[in-house]
Nanobody, 126 residues
């Protein structure tokens, strides 16, 4: 049974940093892309970043490019989202997700993801 468990959310002032982690278990993820999405109240989940577990290739939404960094730790089976220079508009629930993909593939569409974590709240105060 696949499980994705996020941690690391919280309250931070604008300009600050947070590090989100996603602990993945239940299968080998070498054929998966791992993504981070976020959801604002009343809105659909939007793509933030993704990493191909095998190749390490990454993709970012324009709104976070240069501020957020996604990485994976093969030994710990975790995916991390380092968020720097946070802005109040980054306030949302952040979700980790996993998608079965072809070699090197990355996916932005949320419907392409097979598994989801429970989410972690990130709040950025001005």
């Amino acid at each position: 049974q696949v499980q994705l468990v996020e941690s690391g959310g919280g309250l931070v002032q604008a300009g600050g940093s947070l590090r989100l982690s996603c602990a993945a278990s239940g299968r080998t993820f070498s054929n998966y892309a791992m993504g981070w999405f976020r959801q604002f109240p009343g809105k659909e989940r939007e793509f933030v970043a993704a990493i191909n577990w095998n190749s390490g290739s990454t993709d970012y939404a324009d709104s976070v490019k240069g501020r957020f960094t996604i990485s994976r730790d093969n030994a710990q089976n975790t995916v991390t989202l380092q968020m720097n220079d946070l802005k109040p508009e980054d306030t949302a629930i952040y979700y980790c997700a996993a998608a079965y993909v072809r070699i090197g593939e990355l996916i932005r569409g949320r419907r392409g993801y097979d598994y989801w974590g429970q989410g972690t709240q990130v709040t950025v105060s001005s």
